[in-house]
């Protein structure tokens, strides 16, 4: 199937976004004729320009958004006006929690206006936007509302994206089965007595081992996982599960045709 990954950021956390020391753009995911792009944090329109070649955000048909934090949503309104060609076309869908346009919406109200269709995610609900499906199976525990994305490719090809949450049993029936999972991996170590409420490496070792896919991707990442280098924990991963198990970088563009791999390489 014809269709791409792009990795516009791979932060995660307070630090390393204010610092930029990876990039905060989200996640763009195109398909034939479907392009999205999923939690636009600081620096998604600039990072999205600057791609070689250029991913034009006037193409874009949908802008999801996992949950309201700030290196998750802070271009919303930059690239819902750059997807309406500044407010002039109405077009494209927005998907995103409830909370994120209650008293303090992160999506201005003058721009509310200038989308086609607003679409608010709940737990276990699908949505159909072009060729491609997609659903929120389960509520993440986060802070603030949140969910993360399990898109139905043709070719049962299948994308998640588990973004942030504390690690519960819950997630592993909920992303499963999955071909290519992405698992936001902000912090090195399980601490239990940390109220933040993240997925640590040792997780996603669970959520890889338990969900088996032909791939995983760890992304948005944290200091701590950082320092470590998340491309050897990667590699320490693969050779632990079986399964290969790839550290993102800022600018990545994974192809799907390559999907489902071939024996041998999973
Ligand atoms: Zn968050």
Request: aromatic share 8%; glycine share 6%; hydrophobic share 40%.
């Amino acid at each position: 199937m014809n269709g791409f990954i792009k990795f516009l950021g791979t932060a995660g956390a307070r630090i390393v976004v204010t610092k930029q020391l990876r990039a905060s753009g989200g996640i763009w995911l195109s398909n034939n004729n479907t392009s999205l792009l999923i939690d636009p944090g600081p620096g998604s329109l600039v990072r999205a320009l600057s791609s070689r070649p250029k991913l034009d955000p006037s193409s874009l048909d949908a802008i999801l958004l996992s949950h309201r934090h700030l290196d998750h949503s802070n271009d919303m309104n930059i690239m819902v006006e750059a997807m309406t060609e500044g407010t002039f076309k109405k077009r494209g869908e927005i998907f995103l929690p409830h909370d994120c346009l209650a008293e303090e919406p992160v999506l201005y109200r003058y721009l509310q206006n200038s989308v086609e269709k607003i679409n608010f995610l709940a737990p276990g609900k699908s949505y159909i936007l072009n060729d491609l499906e997609f659903n929120t199976p389960v509520s993440h525990i986060h802070s603030v509302e949140t969910y993360g994305f399990r898109f139905k490719l043709p070719g049962n090809l299948i994308i998640s994206v588990v973004t942030d949450t504390l690690f519960t049993e819950e997630l592993i029936a909920a992303y499963k089965p999955t071909s290519l999972l992405i698992i936001n991996t902000v912090r090195l170590k399980k601490e239990s007595s940390s109220p933040i409420q993240h997925l640590s490496i040792p997780d996603a070792e669970r959520l890889i081992q338990e969900i088996k896919p032909q791939m995983a991707i760890l992304t948005h990442f944290g200091l701590t996982v950082l320092k470590a280098k998340p491309w050897l924990i990667a590699q320490d991963l693969t050779q632990k599960l079986g399964i290969p198990v790839v550290a993102a970088r800022d600018g990545w563009k994974l192809e799907l045709n390559q999907f489902p791999l071939s024996e041998g390489k999973g």
